[in-house]
């Protein structure tokens, strides 16, 4: 199993980004896949999960109306979009997935707001 993210960087407040995460390694229809964050300073936390084939969706409350969660099943890429970007929105932004008992992690990419 590999995921790797894509897509993070340095945007104002207010403003957007949509990180990407490739699959590969596995079946990824039919697997949910979740967007975890870490603060400096901070504990991971979970930002928003996908099930496999989209029809169910939740998201952390801090983000609800500002993120959205999306995945390419013909593409094995999950993304999530980003608007109305605020500064304790900084933090580095992993793919997750998990597959009997194993937890698959991707390195990471970093999202910083700030002006």
């Known amino acids: 199993v590999q995921l790797v993210e894509s897509g993070g960087g340095l945007v104002q407040p207010g403003g957007s980004l949509r990180l990407s995460c490739a699959a590969s390694?596995?079946?990824?229809?039919?697997?949910?896949m979740s967007w975890y964050r870490q603060a400096p300073g901070k504990e991971r936390e979970l930002v928003a999960a996908i099930t496999g084939a989209g029809g169910l969706i939740n998201y952390a409350d801090s983000v609800k109306g500002r993120f959205t969660i999306s995945r390419d099943n013909a593409r094995n890429t999950v993304y999530l979009q980003m608007d109305r970007l605020k500064p304790e929105d900084t933090a580095m932004y992993y793919c997750y997935t998990a597959d009997s008992g194993m937890n698959y992690w991707g390195k990471g990419t970093l999202v910083t707001v700030s002006s």
């Open positions: 390694g596995f079946t990824f229809s039919n697997f949910r």
